[in-house]
């Protein structure tokens, strides 16, 4: 029913800039937040920046000044603008979101499959 569709990943430069989305799909009742979480080899799965429906924001620290979150509620989808990208941001970026669907009214967590972000020279 629900399904995350991630896209904009890919291989950078230090210092590039790459623009993730994550649109939610299916028969949704409300969403009410959205993020984007990463995961690098050998480290646990960490928070990047989340948002939520009524545009309340929150960033780890080691991206803020760099990240920008922002989201399209019309179209169900969450942007994360990544700027002056280092190595170390290098990572699986996993869009979640909190949604109650049609067909039963509580509140789920879901994700999104994934999307390769590599900062490399």
């Known amino acids: 029913q629900v399904q995350l569709v991630e896209s904009g990943g890919g291989l950078v430069q230090p210092g590039g800039s790459l623009r993730l989305s994550c649109a939610a799909s299916?028969?949704?009742?409300?969403?009410?937040?959205m993020g984007w979480y990463r995961q690098a080899p050998g480290k646990q799965r960490e928070l990047v920046a989340a948002i939520t429906s009524g545009g309340s924001t929150n960033y780890a620290d080691s991206v803020k000044g760099r990240f920008t979150i922002s989201r399209d509620n019309a179209k169900n989808t969450v942007y994360l603008q990544m700027n002056s990208l280092k190595p170390e941001d290098t990572a699986v970026y996993y869009c979640?979101?909190?949604?109650?669907?049609?067909?039963?009214?509580?509140?789920?967590?879901?994700w999104g499959q994934g999307t390769q972000v590599t900062v490399s020279s």
């Open positions: 979640n979101a909190q949604i109650v669907p049609y067909s039963d009214l509580r509140q789920y967590d879901y």
């Open positions: 299916g028969s949704i009742f409300s969403i009410y937040a």
